[in-house]
């Protein structure tokens, strides 16, 4: 029994594996030309929430997606997901619609070949260095001037407690979005850490059911700096909640797929 439950691992974990690759392989020369030029990078985006989409769907494991909100495509947000794995960017490139940017750790922008289309597109950022933090925090503002929905990770880094506990927020996404008046929507991601957990650079894939939460956004219209305490506790709260509700009411992460959102949809 316990050999054929390692054989069934690997095996589905060479699947994985190679759908996460072959279509970044494949789309890669044309993902570096593109690159070439600010004006492509739109095309850019898009290429790799395909490539997301379709590694996940061929992941072969149940996928939900919960709108709590009604997307405004008018409308600019800074989006702030717990962060558990990662399995969270190309969840959130799956997800939410439009040319985003994201804030991610500078280690990102070391990967070979992806590496240098990250760096390109998005902001990578060295929070332990004051002047790269400072870098991302002005070119978050630019996103948001340019255009563009602004995806920053609260936590600034995927905690050991992941999926039971997340660690205290920093004030960035809180100070930008009340700086430019946009609003704050939280995300909840219950289940990434199962699937693909960080284990210090080791890679270990499980099977097991995804869902991502997409909450009602918070209006920061008016809001001051002085606000923001209470911001961001607001916005800890709703995910924190929201993570214990599945950790405590999902049996081994087996989620009752009939969900009752109104704007609901379920992927697999």
Known sequence: MKAIKYLSHRIYT????????VPFVVTYPLQAFLSRKEKWYRHVHNINRAWSTVFLRMFLAPLIVEWRMRFDRKQLYVFTPNHSSYLDIPMLLHTIPGFLNFVG???LAKVPLWGEVYSK???PVD???PVSSA??????????????????????????????????FKDGPFKIAIEMQVPVVPV??????????????????????????VHEPIDTK???????????????????????KHS????????????????????I
Not at 14 to 21: G, P, S, Y
Not at 193 to 209: A, E, I, S
Not at 248 to 264: C, H
């Open 121 to 123: 597109l998005y902001i």
């Open 188 to 213: 909840t991601m219950p289940y990434n850490q199962h699937f693909l957990p960080d284990l210090d650079g080791k890679l270990k894939v499980r099977w097991h059911p995804l869902k991502i939460v």
């Open 222 to 244: 008016g809001m001051t700096l002085a606000d923001l305490p209470e911001l961001k506790e607001r916005v800890f709260n709703i995910i924190q909640t929201e993570i214990t």
């Open 105 to 107: 750790k500078s280690s």
């Open 135 to 168: 870098r991302s925090y002005i070119r978050s503002k630019k996103t948001l001037e340019q255009g563009r929905n602004l995806v920053i990770f609260p936590e600034g880094t995927i905690p050991k407690t992941a999926g039971v506990k997340m660690l205290p």
């Open 248 to 267: 405590k009411t999902y049996v081994n992460g087996y989620p009752d797929y009939q969900e009752n959102s109104a704007f609901s949809e379920a992927r």
């Open 127 to 129: 929070r332990r260095n």
């Open 14 to 21: 060479t699947w994985c594996v190679t759908w996460f690759v």
